[in-house]
Structure formats: C-alpha cells, structure tokens
C-alpha cells in the first residue's frame, strides 16, 4: 500500500524558509514522478513543481522558479520542497504526490497517489 505523508508546513513570516518533506512507502519510486501542489482556500489545486524520481530533473511553476527547490534522497525515500523567500499568496495546503510517469506532469489527473495535506501560512 502506497502511503505519501507531508510533514513540516506551518507558520511563517514573508520572506522567510520552510522545508516540506514527503514520505513516500509502500513501493520504490523509481520510475515515478512526485509532484507538489498547493490549494488556497476557495482555489483550484494549483501545480507547483515536480521531479522524475530517477534522473532529478525538475519543473515549476512560473510564480515559484527561482525561490522554491524540490529535491528528493533515495535512501530515505523523501522528496523535499525547499520554500524560500516566502510570500503572503504562498498561503496554501501543500500536497505531494506520485505519478506512474517518467514525463514530467503539471496535470493533478495524471497523479495516482496524494498525501493528505500540510498547511503553510505566510504573514505579511
């Protein structure tokens, strides 16, 4: 049984740093790509960014290139989206994700497994 569990949102002035994690179990993730997403309230899930387990390579969002990373350890099966330079519409749940995929989706359908969710406030 696939299980993706988010730790590490919480509260956080603008312009500061927070580092998400996602642990994934139940299988290895080679071969799969993990996303990350994020939904504000009253909003559509929204893509954030995304990495093919096996090779690295990552995408973003526009709004997030430049201030957010995601990377992943192999040995801990973790992937990590470090936040940094955080602003007030970053407010979101934070939700990580896997896809049976090596192409690097931004699309929330082609993602099988979801965590439930970790909660990230930014104070202005």
């Known amino acids: 049984q696939v299980q993706l569990v988010e730790s590490g949102g919480g509260l956080v002035q603008a312009g500061g740093s927070l580092r998400l994690s996602c642990a994934a179990s139940?299988?290895?993730?080679?071969?799969?790509?993990m996303g990350w997403f994020r939904q504000a309230p009253g909003k559509e899930r929204e893509f954030v960014g995304t990495i093919n387990w096996s090779s690295g390579s990552t995408r973003y969002v526009d709004s997030v290139k430049g201030r957010f990373t995601i990377s992943r350890d192999n040995a801990k099966n973790t992937v990590y989206l470090q936040m940094n330079s955080l602003k007030p519409e970053d407010t979101a749940v934070y939700f990580c994700?896997?896809?049976?995929?090596?192409?690097?989706?931004?699309?929330?359908?082609?993602?099988?497994?979801w965590g439930q969710g970790t909660q990230v406030t930014v104070s202005s």
């Open positions: 139940g299988r290895t993730f080679s071969g799969y790509v």
């Open positions: 994700a896997a896809s049976r995929t090596t192409v690097l989706t931004t699309i929330p359908s082609n993602y099988f497994y």
